[in-house]
């Protein structure tokens, strides 16, 4: 792994041409640019507390919010992985002629897609001080946020790796990768909160690494639901659970060595392959 890292380093202002790229080629001929990466999540956010909280009747305050903190992360998650499985199909023409590490190409599209990411949070806190007044006061956990990025970042990039090699040998790679996603997306603390699961369950729920950061992210970002019973809902407190971060880094560091382990492996037979 150690190898490769240096590998990379040494050809860092190609990654960096390739994620301008990749944002360049995303927007072309866009006449909103940018602005559509930001459209989608909070659309997806004002329906789902539409349905939520008004057909639904769910008792959450600010559940917009909160859902929009945990949608946030989850989209560059799932456009991160959904892409990374074509980074290596899409530039075939590359990898068969010029000698550069294959592991660029999806670094690269984790990172124009983390580009989009750090745009939706920007999005987030003007949302957030809107709903609070434009009171400046923010959160005092607010520092982590960046460990959080990083750990989900590295987390995307193991398991990017992977997809992205697995790709070229198997077609259904990435049809499978969908379907997981949206099984996931309803196991992971994304629409529904979290807090109000307690004990052995909550635990339960973290060891999953992105149900683990979502919820995270809501403690970095938001202020802890009010312990209450409200009809047939119930929220616990929970502070931000610094025990089940370092485990997620932990995982996440290893998911990143196996990445590269797996891509070290199989690179050499891409060309091959296209």
């Excluded at 559509?36 to 919010?65: E, Q």
């Excluded at 609070?132 to 923010?138: A, I, S, V």
């Excluded at 996931?184 to 979290?194: G, N």
Aim: charged share 15%; with cysteine; hydrophobic share 55%.
């Amino acid at each position: 792994m150690l190898s490769s890292l240096r590998e990379i380093y040494t050809y860092r202002h190609l990654l960096q041409l390739l994620v301008r790229r990749e944002l360049r080629l995303r927007y072309k001929k866009s006449f909103f640019g940018f602005l559509w990466s930001l459209a989608d999540p909070v659309l997806t956010c004002v329906m789902i507390t539409f349905a939520m909280r008004k057909a639904l009747g769910i008792p959450v305050p600010n559940y917009s919010a909160y859902l929009f903190a945990a949608y946030i992360p989850w989209t560059y998650f799932n456009h991160g992985l959904l892409d990374s499985c074509s980074s290596i199909l899409y530039n075939f023409v590359y990898v068969k002629k010029i000698y550069f590490p294959r592991e660029v190409l999806t670094l690269a599209t984790i990172l124009s897609n983390l580009i989009h990411f750090l745009l939706a949070l920007g999005v987030f806190f003007i949302y957030w001080l809107w709903l609070n007044h434009f009171d400046l006061r923010l959160q005092k956990t607010l520092w982590v946020l960046p460990i959080l990025v990083l750990i989900q970042t590295l987390l995307m990039a193991g398991i990017g790796l992977i997809l992205s090699c697995l790709s070229v040998y198997y077609e259904d790679i990435k049809f499978l990768v969908q379907r997981a996603l949206m099984m996931l997306l309803f196991i992971t603390p994304v629409i529904w909160i979290a807090d109000r699961f307690t004990g052995p369950t909550y635990t339960l729920i973290q060891l999953n690494p992105m149900a683990a950061l979502i919820i995270a992210y809501q403690k970095v970002l938001l202020p802890p639901l009010p312990t209450r019973t409200t009809g047939d809902f119930r929220f616990y407190f929970h502070p931000l659970d610094w025990g089940m971060v370092a485990w997620t880094g932990f995982v996440s560091v290893i998911v990143f060595a196996i990445g590269c382990a797996v891509f070290n492996r199989m690179k050499w037979g891409l060309a091959e392959k296209m």
